[in-house]
C-alpha cells in the first residue's frame, strides 16, 4: 500500500528504494501498534484525494505520519461509519401491484426453453 501510494502521489522526492519502504512500513508498524490495516488503508486513500494536505515535492515517512496523526484526531464513530456505511439496496419494481403472475406447467417451460435454443424448428415432412 505504501508504494501503491507513493506512484500515485508522485512527488518529486519520495521513497523510491526497497529499503527506503521497508524502513516507513516498520516504523508505522512499531509507531502505531494499534492502527488496523483497514484504517491505514482510509489513510492513504485520504491522502491520494488530499484530505490530509497537497503533496507536491515530497512524500516520505514524515508526511505518512503527519497524515496518521491527523487521522487519529479524528472520532473513532466517524472511521467506524466510513468502514461500515449502510447502503439502500433496491430491487425489482416499486408498485408490486403492477406483476402479473401466470402460473405455468413444466410442459410449458420446456416448450418455451426448446423456442430459445432452436427458434422455429419445423421437422421436414
Request: proline share 2%; with cysteine.
Amino acid at each position: 500500500m505504501v508504494g501503491d501510494l507513493c506512484k500515485f502521489i508522485d512527488a518529486k522526492r519520495t521513497l523510491t528504494t526497497d529499503e527506503d519502504l521497508i524502513f516507513t512500513v516498520e516504523s508505522i508498524l512499531e509507531g502505531y501498534p494499534a492502527l488496523k490495516l483497514e484504517e491505514l488503508r482510509l489513510i492513504f486513500e485520504g491522502m491520494k484525494k488530499g484530505n490530509y494536505g497537497k503533496f507536491y515535492e515530497r512524500l516520505k515517512l514524515a508526511e505518512i505520519e503527519e497524515a496518521i496523526r491527523k487521522y487519529e484526531g479524528t472520532t473513532k464513530a466517524d472511521v467506524l461509519e466510513k468502514i461500515h456505511q449502510h447502503k439502500i439496496i433496491t430491487r425489482g419494481v416499486d408498485d408490486v401491484s403492477k406483476i402479473k403472475y401466470e402460473p405455468q406447467s413444466m410442459a410449458d417451460l420446456r416448450r418455451k426453453k426448446f423456442k430459445e435454443i432452436y427458434g422455429n424448428f419445423k421437422i421436414n415432412e
